[in-house]
């Protein structure tokens, strides 16, 4: 059973546009939400994350919206670059457990 | 930030031989790491959980006498491929935690069995 649902599987973005991509979660005892990018044969960074007590985060260009009622969050990339074309995973956790769920990921295309 | 270093960063090995990946957690003591296994343009699977001092946590489907974990001392888990065959071939990934923090991954090792 997929803990976590992902979408789109892929995106592709002009430069300069914003990428969106949407998470969905069951576990209502999740309280720790990442974002994870990953380049092609390398291990997933963490991006940005958040916890339920805030509805949205931004660190730069990135910004997380959470939605508790609704059990998604999302995340988006203004200005989109080139740079960012990668893969983005969401992720779902509980801040007692250990175990991280990943969402099936998104390949993001920024194209000029 | 914590670094969590993963050694080799691509292995390729003779079907029916044996191969270890190391994962160290550089600047943090990890008493739990995770072993990943990813295929091309798919998501991160869960292999296994690394329990320091004590014996590993396997996913349902992963077969232990395969896939041997230790995970020796706070700052060191390895997993040994034997009698590695081509279809073990594959991306791997160790991960670690710091409690109540984000999660660091290894730079991951792709393994090719010939």
Redesign the interface.
């Known amino acids: 059973q997929q803990q976590v649902k992902q979408s789109p599987q892929s995106l592709i973005v002009q430069k300069g546009g914003i990428s969106i991509i949407n998470c969905a979660y069951e576990n209502t005892a999740f309280d720790y939400f990442?974002w994870?990018q990953q380049f092609p044969?390398?291990?997933?960074?963490?991006l940005i994350?958040i916890r339920p007590d805030v509805s949205e985060k931004k660190e730069g260009r990135f910004t997380i919206s959470f939605n508790k009622s609704a059990k998604q969050f999302s995340l988006h990339i203004m200005d989109s670059q080139p740079g960012d074309s990668a893969?983005y995973?969401c992720a779902a956790?509980r801040?007692?457990g250990?175990?991280?769920y990943?969402?099936?990921?998104t390949?993001l295309t920024v194209i000029p | 930030g914590a670094v969590?270093s993963?050694h080799p960063s691509w292995v390729i090995c003779k079907s029916g031989t044996s191969v270890k990946i190391e994962c160290r957690s550089l600047d943090f003591q990890a008493t739990?790491m995770?072993w990943y296994r990813q295929f091309p343009?798919?998501?991160?699977m869960?292999m296994a959980?690394s329990n320091e001092g004590s014996k590993a946590t396997y996913e349902q489907g992963v077969e232990k006498d395969k896939f041997l974990i230790n995970h020796a001392s706070l700052t060191l888990s390895t997993l040994t491929v034997t009698s590695a065959h081509p279809e073990d071939s594959s991306?791997y990934?160790c991960?670690a935690?710091v409690?109540?923090f984000?999660?660091?991954?290894?730079?991951?090792t792709?393994l090719t069995v010939v």
């Open positions: 990442p994870y044969g390398k291990g997933p960074a963490l994350a893969t995973f956790s801040n007692t250990n175990q991280f990943f969402g099936t990921g390949s | 969590v993963q739990t995770f343009k798919q998501s991160l869960l959980t991306f990934i991960s935690r409690p109540y984000e999660a660091f991954f290894g730079q991951g792709r």
